[in-house]
C-alpha cells in the first residue's frame, strides 16, 4: 500500500506501552505516521540485533546493516587520510553526518532514489541552510564525496548554486529536516481541519485494538456482519452490537508474508466475498508469500466458510487461483472485489522500486504482464486445461497475442483501495461503477474510475501530467484520464474511498469520500451529472459544539489505511497511530454527519440471527469521549 495524529485517550500505564513501544522501534521517539520510510534497496527501515560502531544513532531504527555500517566508516577514515595528506580542515561532524545518511530510515528520499530523472545520488539532499554552513566549512570535502563533474563545478562556484543542486525539492526529506520535521516525527498530533467553509462532520469510534487493519468488509448476506483483516493474516468478526469474537474468522498469519518494520507494503492484503456467499460460503483472499526464502510473490486464493461454524473460515479449503511474481517488496496492489457483473476483479501494483523500471515501457503499459493491471477473471468454475478460473468473454484483449487475457485495465501504479459504487437508492444512477485511488510516484495521486480496456498512463503518466516524456507524447498513448488529482502538497499516498449511499446521512449522498495515507486528510468529490466532471467538495471535522452529541468525537489517527462500507450502505475508514504489524493502535471510525440525519426509523434493518459458538467481547472505545474545541 504516503500529517497530524490523534491522541490515544489511554491511561498512563496505557500510555507508557505505547511510548516504549515506539522506543524500541523508532529512530526518534515519535516516528513519523506518514510510513513511507524507505531505504536504497527498496526495502523498509528495519532494527538491528546487535549495535553500530560507526553510525550508531540509526542503530536502533534505520537501513544499515553492520556490515554497510564498516563500509561507511571504512570510507570515512579513507577521505580524513586524505585530507590531512593535503592539510585540509577536517570537517569531522559534517563528514559523518553527510555519510551515515545512507543508514537513514528516510534514505530512498534523502538520496532521490525515487525519481528516475536523477540517478542515486552520493550526496544526500542537504537543506539550503545546513548546506550552506556545508559549503562554507567543507567545501574542500565535496570532491572525495562525488566525481560528479556538475557537482563538482557548482562548489567551486557560489554556495547558492552548490546547495540547489544538492537540494531536495520535498523539504520534508531534505537533512536536517527530515529529523526535525514535527510533521514527519510527532505522532501525536490531532487531525483538525479548518471549519470554515467545509462540510462538518463527526465520527463514532466502532473498533480499536486492531494491528495495521488493512480493510473492513461485510459478507452480503443480511448478517450486518463486518470482517476486519490485519495485515498479519487475521480476520476478525465484529457482530452488529459492536462486539468481537473471541476466535478469528480466518488465521492466515502462519502463510502470509509481512515484517513488523514501519511501512512494510507486504503482507495479507485483500479480501472479497462471492456474491452468493450465502449459497456457496466461498470468499477470496490476496496475500504476499515468499518462496524458498527468496521468491516473492502474491497469492489469490478462494476459501470456504467451515460447515460447522458461519464465524469460522475452512483452514483447509484454500484453492490457489493465481500467483504472480514480486520483484520488489513495495508496490504490491492487494484489492479484491467482484463488480456487479459477478466477475473477479484484482488489482495488482506494477511490481515496486520506482518509475516502473521493468522492461522496456515498464510492467504498467506492458498488456504481457500481470503486474500494474486491473485484472477481471470468472471463478465459477474451471476450465480443461486445470487452469482455476475461466476468462469472462467480453475481456477487452482477449484476442490479442501480445496481451494477457485476463487483463481488463492496464497503466495502473499501485491501486490503493478500490470500492463498487451501489449506486443511488432511489434511481440507481452510479451503479457498477469502481472507483479507485492510484498512489503516486513523486508529484501527484489520483482517483481513477475503471473501464473496460483503459490505459490509466502509469508509467508514461502521473495524474494528468507528464512522467515519462518519450512515452507521454506516443500518440498510441490514448490514456483514460484520473477524475481527480492532487499534489504532494495536499497528500502523499491516497487510500481510494466510497461513494456514499447510506441512509443516516442524507447530505453525503453520492459524494466520493476518501484519504491520505500520509497527511491524514479526509476529501471529497462532487459529481456534476450535466458535465460528469468531478469537483472537491471541502469536508473537515467539525468543533466541539457541532460535536457534541453523546458518543461523536471529531478526531482521529493520521494514518488512514482503508475506507469500508457497511451492509446498510454507511461509510468508515480504518487508521491507526503506529502503521506497524504489531502495533495495536488501528481504530476504525464511523462517518456521522449531525447536521442532517435521517428521520427516525427510517434506517432501521432487518438482520438475519448470527449463531455464536464462542465468546464475545464487548466494544470498549479507548478514543476521548470528548470532542476537541
Excluded at 562548489?155 to 531534505?174: A, G, H, I, N, P
Excluded at 498512463?457 to 494528468?464: Q, T, V
Excluded at 441512509?503 to 471529497?524: K, Q, R, T, V
Aim: glycine share 8%; aromatic share 12%; net charge negative.
Amino acid at each position: 500500500m504516503d500529517k497530524n495524529c490523534n491522541v490515544f485517550c489511554v491511561t498512563n500505564i496505557y500510555l507508557s506501552e505505547f511510548v516504549l513501544i515506539l522506543s524500541v522501534m523508532l529512530l526518534i521517539p515519535a516516528q513519523p505516521a506518514s510510513a513511507h520510510p524507505q531505504c536504497l534497496d527498496f526495502e523498509p527501515p528495519f532494527k538491528l540485533q546487535w549495535h553500530l560502531e560507526f553510525c550508531t544513532q540509526y542503530e536502533q531504527f534505520g537501513c544499515c546493516d553492520q556490515k554497510t555500517d564498516n563500509m561507511i566508516a571504512e570510507r570515512y577514515w579513507g577521505i580524513i587520510d586524505q585530507l590531512e595528506a593535503a592539510g585540509y580542515e577536517l570537517c569531522l561532524d559534517m563528514l559523518k553526518e553527510i555519510l551515515c545518511q545512507e543508514c537513514s530510515p528516510y534514505a530512498a528520499h534523502l538520496y532521490d532514489a525515487e525519481d528516475p530523472y536523477t540517478p542515486v545520488r552520493e550526496i544526500p539532499g542537504l537543506c539550503f541552510g545546513y548546506c550552506s554552513e556545508f559549503h562554507g566549512k567543507c567545501q574542500h570535502v565535496v570532491k572525495y564525496l562525488t566525481e560528479n563533474k556538475l557537482l563538482l563545478d557548482s562548489s567551486e562556484k557560489d554556495v547558492s548554486t552548490f546547495c540547489r543542486m544538492v537540494d531536495l525539492s520535498d523539504q520534508d526529506y531534505c537533512y536536517p529536516n527530515v529529523l526535525e520535521s514535527p510533521d514527519l516525527n510527532s505522532n501525536l498530533g490531532q487531525v483538525l481541519k479548518d471549519p470554515r467553509g467545509c462540510l462538518q462532520l463527526c465520527l463514532t469510534e466502532v473498533a480499536n485494538g486492531l494491528r495495521n487493519p488493512v480493510l473492513m468488509l461485510h459478507s452480503g448476506d443480511d448478517t450486518h456482519r463486518m470482517f476486519i483483516a490485519e495485515q498479519l493474516g487475521f480476520v476478525w468478526v465484529y457482530l452488529q452490537d459492536g462486539s468481537r469474537l473471541e476466535q478469528p474468522f480466518l488465521d492466515m498469519s502462519g502463510e502470509v508474508l509481512t515484517t513488523p518494520w514501519l511501512g512494510d507494503e507486504r503482507g495479507f492484503l485483500g479480501m472479497a466475498f462471492h456474491p452468493k456467499y450465502w449459497d456457496n460460503g466461498c470468499f477470496f483472499i490476496y496475500y504476499s508469500i515468499q518462496v524458498n526464502s527468496s521468491l516473492e510473490k502474491i497469492r489469490v486464493s478462494e476459501m470456504k466458510v467451515s460447515a460447522h461454524d458461519m464465524n469460522m473460515a475452512d483452514p483447509y479449503s484454500e484453492r490457489v487461483i493465481l500467483e504472480i511474481e514480486e520483484p520488489a517488496a513495495n508496490h504490491n496492489g492487494g484489492q479484491l472485489l467482484f463488480g456487479v457483473d459477478g466477475y473477479l476483479y484484482i488489482f495488482t501494483g506494477d511490481g515496486g522500486k520506482a518509475g516502473d523500471p521493468f522492461g522496456t515501457y515498464g510492467n504498467a503499459q506492458n498488456k504481457s504482464a500481470l503486474l500494474g493491471k486491473v485484472l477481471r477473471i470468472d471463478v465459477d468454475g474451471s476450465v480443461p486445461s486445470g487452469q482455476q478460473y475461466r476468462i469472462p468473454p467480453d475481456n477487452p484483449f482477449l484476442g490479442d497475442p501480445d496481451a494477457r487475457p485476463e487483463v481488463f485495465a492496464y497503466g495502473v501504479r499501485n491501486m490503493w483501495r478500490c470500492s463498487v459504487d451501489r449506486g443511488d437508492p432511489v434511481s440507481h444512477y452510479g451503479r457498477g461503477r469502481i472507483f479507485c485511488g492510484d498512489v503516486g510516484q513523486n508529484r501527484f495521486e489520483e482517483i481513477d474510475i475503471i473501464v473496460r480496456g483503459g490505459n490509466y498512463g502509469w508509467r508514461a503518466k502521473e495524474g494528468f501530467e507528464c512522467y515519462d516524456i518519450r512515452l507521454c507524447y506516443d500518440s498510441s498513448l490514448n490514456d483514460t484520464l484520473p477524475i481527480f488529482a492532487y499534489s504532494h502538497h495536499v497528500g502523499k499516498s491516497v487510500t481510494g474511498g466510497y461513494v456514499y449511499r447510506g441512509c443516516e446521512s442524507p447530505n453525503l449522498n453520492g459524494l466520493y469520500i476518501f484519504g491520505d495515507f500520509m497527511s491524514g486528510g479526509i476529501m471529497a468529490l462532487e459529481e456534476d451529472k450535466t458535465t460528469g466532471q468531478w469537483k472537491e467538495r471541502s469536508v473537515c471535522m467539525g468543533d466541539k459544539k457541532i460535536c457534541s452529541f453523546p458518543g461523536l468525537i471529531n478526531h482521529h489517527h493520521k494514518s488512514i489505511i482503508s475506507f469500508a462500507e457497511d451492509e446498510a450502505g454507511e461509510l468508515y475508514f480504518l487508521a491507526t497511530v503506529h502503521p506497524s504489524t504489531i502495533s495495536p493502535f488501528g481504530t476504525v471510525f464511523k462517518f456521522m454527519d449531525p447536521s442532517r440525519r435521517a428521520p427516525p426509523g427510517k434506517c432501521k434493518q432487518k438482520l438475519l440471527p448470527v449463531k455464536v459458538k464462542g465468546k464475545k467481547f464487548p466494544f470498549v472505545p479507548k478514543e476521548c469521549k470528548s470532542p476537541q474545541v
